[in-house]
């Protein structure tokens, strides 16, 4: 079983300390296991960690995999903001990967709940459509290793008028053309929309496409590390999935689920 996205109190919304996560993860039988929390910019500062963190959280999660080299593989990582503030102080660190997210369309933070009053000014199917070109211009930036919650702009509920296939198709298209995998997050289903990223409709494109696909839980506490993944792999060897990737030092490895 994998686990690649997950965090640490540093950056300012997670709780427990990364020893508790590697020992849930154990608990789980989680075999490859890896911390990418939220790097640091510009921006957003009340969610992130600073700069000035970076190697302190490199050490900690580099003794971690040592410790335990062992029991389990731990892999280090960072979830990086696709904004215009991506910092070549991040983009240069030497780890096993980076997830590439968009959590804003402009300066509005689309999945935070401090700002979920925005979403009554705006036209659902408009953001849709602002939010997957966000991600087909990250897939083409060609920055990161793997696309995180692919269809996060659906978190509280809101969903298009318009077919999500037709929405996302050109994000998803560039993301082939890129070679990054996408994570299967089952964070969503601790959200409102109450769903796996993806859904089953885009994962359905996503497979046919012939894309990787690799498994994370985005626990921000040690109890939801693993938070449904059982019950997800199965799913995806139902849809006849029977390999996931996973990064080391930039490298992508295949496992059979």
């Given at each position: 079983m994998i686990d690649l996205h997950n965090h640490t109190p540093l950056c300012n919304h997670a709780s427990g300390n990364p020893e508790e996560f590697i020992q849930k993860a154990l608990e789980k039988n989680i075999k490859i296991y890896g911390f990418a929390d939220h790097a640091p910019m510009e921006f957003d500062y009340e969610y992130r960690m600073s700069f000035e963190d970076m190697d302190s959280y490199e050490n900690e999660i580099n003794k971690l995999k040592e410790k335990y080299k062992d029991k389990i593989e731990i892999l280090l990582g960072y979830e990086v903001d696709f904004t215009p503030f991506v910092d070549k102080r991040v983009l240069q660190r030497d780890v096993d990967y980076l997830i590439g997210s968009v959590h804003f369309l402009d300066n509005w933070g689309f999945d935070n709940p401090e700002f979920i009053k925005e979403w009554d000014r705006r036209d659902v199917d408009d953001v849709y459509k602002e939010y997957f070109s966000k991600i087909e211009e990250m897939a083409n930036s060609r920055l990161f290793n793997i696309v995180g919650h692919i269809d996060l702009v659906k978190v509280f509920g809101h969903k298009p008028k318009t077919n999500i296939k037709d929405l996302a198709k050109n994000a998803i298209k560039a993301i082939k053309k890129s070679n990054m995998a996408i994570e299967i997050n089952t964070s969503g289903l601790r959200k409102p929309v109450k769903e796996t990223y993806p859904s089953d409709e885009l994962l359905e494109m996503i497979l046919n496409e012939g894309i990787d696909i690799t498994l994370s839980s985005?626990?921000?506490?040690?109890?939801?590390?693993?938070?449904?993944?059982?019950?997800?792999?199965?799913?995806?060897?139902?849809?006849?999935?029977?390999?996931?990737?996973?990064?080391?030092?930039?490298?992508?490895?295949?496992?059979?689920?």
């Open positions: 985005d626990a921000h506490s040690p109890s939801q590390v693993g938070f449904m993944l059982n019950e997800t792999i199965e799913k995806l060897k139902n849809m006849g999935v029977n390999n996931a990737v996973y990064f080391k030092n930039k490298q992508k490895h295949k496992i059979k689920l």
